[in-house]
Every structure is written in C-alpha cells, then in structure tokens.
Nanobody, 126 residues
Framework: QVQLQESGPGLVKPSQTLSLTCTVS??????????WSWIRQPPGKGLEWIGY???????YYSPSLKSRTSIYRDTSKNQFTLQLSSVTPEDTAVYYC??????????????????WGQGTQVTVSS
C-alpha cells in the first residue's frame, strides 16, 4: 500500500517561497513508470495541477505556474518537494501530492491518480 504525506508550513507571507515536501512510503519514487504530482484546490474552486516529477527525474510544470515552480526530489529519503516562489493570497489552497501513471490523462482530474496524500492547508497572508 502506497502512502503519501505532505508536510510544510501552513502559513506563508506574500512574496515568500512556499515549500512543501511529500514523503512516500510503500513504493519508490523512482519506480517505472510513475510520476508524482502536486495539485492544489483553492477555496471554493476546483483542482489545479501544478506540476510533476517523473520516475526518471524529469519535471513538467503547468504553463500558468511554470515561472514560479520548482519540483525536485531526494531519492535517499523517498521524498519530493514543491517550491512555489513569489506567492500571493491567490496561492492559498489545500495542497496535495499524488501518484499517476498515465502521461496522457488530465493532470487536474482526481481519477488520474491512484494514490493521494491527505492534503495540507497553506494560507498566504501577512
């Protein structure tokens, strides 16, 4: 059974960098051919895909967030980390990490992923 757990600060000030880590257990983040996504849900809105890091280490980001996003991994800890820079209150959301295997799916769709973290609330406020 694969488990994912998000961790990181729940409150970030505007203009700072949001950093969240997803710790994976029960499966390796280098296992062929999975990818590991970050997805968020702002209050009252739908899911928004942020980006992923694949089993190979390749990354792919949402065009709308690409300029502010970085995803990297620590294979020794079986973790991957999201960094989102220059945050504003519009980045307030519940942030999730999840595992996918179909690279042709809708990355913002809940059904694309077979395992999810429980989600973590991040609020951007001074």
């Amino acid at each position: 059974q694969v488990q994912l757990q998000e961790s990181g600060p729940g409150l970030v000030k505007p203009s700072q960098t949001l950093s969240l880590t997803c710790t994976v257990s029960g499966g390796s983040i280098t296992a062929t051919y999975y990818y590991w996504s970050w997805i968020r849900q702002p209050p009252g809105k739908g899911l928004e895909w942020i980006g992923y890091i694949a089993y190979s280490g390749n990354t792919y980001y949402s065009p709308s967030l690409k300029s502010r996003t970085s995803i990297y991994r620590d294979t020794s800890k079986n973790q991957f980390t999201l960094q989102l820079s220059s945050v504003t209150p519009e980045d307030t959301a519940v942030y999730y990490c999840a595992r996918g295997s179909d690279y042709y799916s809708d990355y913002a769709s809940k059904s694309t992923y077979d395992y999810w973290g429980q989600g973590t609330q991040v609020t951007v406020s001074s």
